[in-house]
T-cell receptor, first 112, second 115 residues
Framework: SQQGEEDPQALSIQEGENATMNCSYKTSINNLQWYRQNSGRGLVHLILIRSNEREKHSGRLRVTLDTSKKSSSLLITASRAADTASYFCATDANSGNTPLVFGKGTRLSVIA | GAGVSQSPSNKVTEKGKDVELRCDPI?????LYWYRQSLGQGLEFLIY????????KSGLPSDRFSAERTGGSVSTLTIQRTQQEDSAVYLC?????????????FGPGTRLTVL
């Protein structure tokens, strides 16, 4: 079963604008990851935030985690047309290499 | 280095036929996962291999699904007597030994269409 729920399901913005996607989950986690998927194929890992972290940055990406609200957000600043993709949050409840539980994703369209 | 590869990239089969999907993980990665993604949905966990341990088969939807991993490397997912609801993209991922950051590296997927 899916634990995470991304919000919104779809987002359309102009190039240069910021895009914010949210993820809510149900059970306690060890870490939360964000992945990107182009054209319904393989996923690419973007960023991982551990349960004891509140914010993390990687280039134009900013991820926040609020374990009290069981939610995370992914912010993409200064978006580009090439950022058009589906973005998924994924959680695991145990340490180490374990299967991830994915949400349904947010489909982001960046219009040039 | 080479990433995770999967074959075939696309497979069209008739209802009732068996199919085999192959995954070659990144060399040295001890964990291997199979997920399924139906159109417009998130990924659904199917099965997980970790080193020489018994696989976690808790996500397999029915006994028509099975998977094996030979020599701790290549994995094959087999679907017997395929049904139309099996149509989906089947994604394989691998991850390095513990301490590698726990991120998963995905292959391009196999798009299975059951007619």
């Amino acid at each position: 079963s899916q634990q995470g729920e991304e919000d919104p399901q779809a987002l359309s913005i102009q190039e240069g604008e910021n895009a914010t996607m949210n993820c809510s989950y149900k059970t306690s986690i060890n870490n939360l990851q964000w992945y990107r998927q182009n054209s319904g194929r393989g996923l690419v890992h973007l960023i991982l935030i551990r349960s004891n972290e509140r914010e993390k940055h990687s280039g134009r990406l900013r991820v926040t985690l609020d374990t009290s609200k069981k939610s995370s957000s992914l912010l993409i600043t200064a978006s580009r047309a090439a950022d058009t993709a589906s973005y998924f949050c994924a959680t695991d409840a145990n340490s180490g290499n374990t299967p991830l539980v994915f949400g349904k994703g947010t489909r982001l369209s960046v219009i040039a | 280095g080479a990433g995770v590869s999967q074959s075939p990239s696309n497979k069209v089969t008739e209802k009732g036929k068996d199919v085999e999907l192959r995954c070659d993980p990144i060399s040295g990665h001890t964990a291997l996962y199979w997920y399924r993604q139906s159109l417009g949905q998130g990924l659904e966990f199917l099965i997980y291999f970790q080193g020489n341990s018994a696989p976690d088969k808790s996500g397999l939807p029915s006994d028509r699904f099975s998977a094996e991993r030979t020599g701790g490397s290549v994995s094959t997912l087999t679907i017997q007597r395929t049904q139309q609801e099996d149509s989906a993209v089947y994604l394989c991922a691998s991850s390095p030994p513990s301490g590698g950051g726990w991120k998963q590296f995905f292959g391009p997927g196999t798009r299975l269409t059951v007619l």
